[in-house]
């Protein structure tokens, strides 16, 4: 055989593979796909390819392996037995970015199905690949380390303590003041998923200085980042009074009361929570939000958005209320009742109309005069038969309870408390007829 027809059989082999990979990953781009192609023991069959000395090919079939494993758990967990990982994490620091982007795309893939196989990826010494490729100059190599680093600390707080103690905060940071849009947002969301878990994990956050870049951040025009950010400084700000005032000294108000009107429903909905996890805390902080507009924002959303930010929303204006009575005063001055009343009685949610109790309980707890507003509202029958219907969860029956106790206990309007004798369970009507016997 000639020189030639001897290279060309290791052409047609060459070719061969790289036609193999690339069907399987335009295959894998279809969930239905994974169950036929699993059954062909495909891993298997991409094991040898991911260290291909083709570069190509290595390439192809690690997308393949990660669009394969993104689909399906039980192919997710076939990996960790295939003894695929340690090829990948030894490949990772000396390929091309696009090899690496690769290689952390199928890190991201396995890490997204449970705390299990996160936990896999990190005790098969996956965090130092990760912290390098998060410190590296491209910035699609950052991207993709920072998408890893959340998929993990999502999971829990072990997890994210792992992320936390690799180093992976200051350079989430950076990422945060760098110019690349899609770098922002994802470093920020990989800041909240490590912040939301614990008061310890978001005070690392506040220590490494992040809370001001964040802040900053709210100004971007992008809706997707300032979704993000509002996520992140509401799960730094959720956990201590401490914290929740590191966040307000960022100035981060009235610009929240803003993003509560934008045009995004994510936005919006995100600023309604970062107020409620401020205003929650103590009389000062709220005091604070009051003053610089908070009870109108919060006002405007729960008469013009009916969609996911009406839950934060309502509940902000519960712990408003329930810090004084004068902040109570002040939402009832701002017709809050109204706008409680019409979603008690229209609304089928029961999340909605469980918060929506709970914040008229608040209201209504501090004296005659609150309890007056709620009763003359005709408040009272509703939350009645939301507690004695069948229909209703242990948690609506529970708030709707609290909420009658708290206000029958100060309502002295006897045109509102009548109907309730003949309607109201005994464990209600305790409560009316204690009215009665003042």
Sequence with gaps: MTTKSILQIFDQYQRARLNFVKSVAELALRPANIPILDEANVLELLKPLLCDICTQIQHCATIALGRIIQCDFNVAKKFTEAELLPILLNNLPKENKFQRNSILFVLRSICKHSSELANFVVASGAMSAIINSLEDFEPSVQESAAWVVGYIARHNQNLAQKCVEAGCIPLLIMCIQGPHLSLKQIAASALCDIAKHNMELAQNIVDAGAIPYLAKNLSNIDDKLKRQVLAALSACAKHSSELAEVVVEAEVFPSVFMHMAHACPHVRKNAAALTRDVVKHTLELTQLVVNTGGIGALMEVLNEDAGEARIPCITALGYIAGHSD?????????????????????????????????????????????AKAIASANMFPKLVQLYSSENSSEDLKFKCKLALKFCLQKCLLISALEPLLYDAPPDILKYVLGQYSK
Excluded: F
């Design 326 to 370: 004068q902040l109570a005063m002040s939402i009832l001055g701002c017709k809050a009742i109204l706008a409680l009343g019409v979603i008690l009685n229209e609304c089928k949610d029961e999340n909605i109309l469980a918060v929506t109790a709970w914040t008229l309980g608040q209201i209504g707890k501090h004296s005659p005069e609150h």
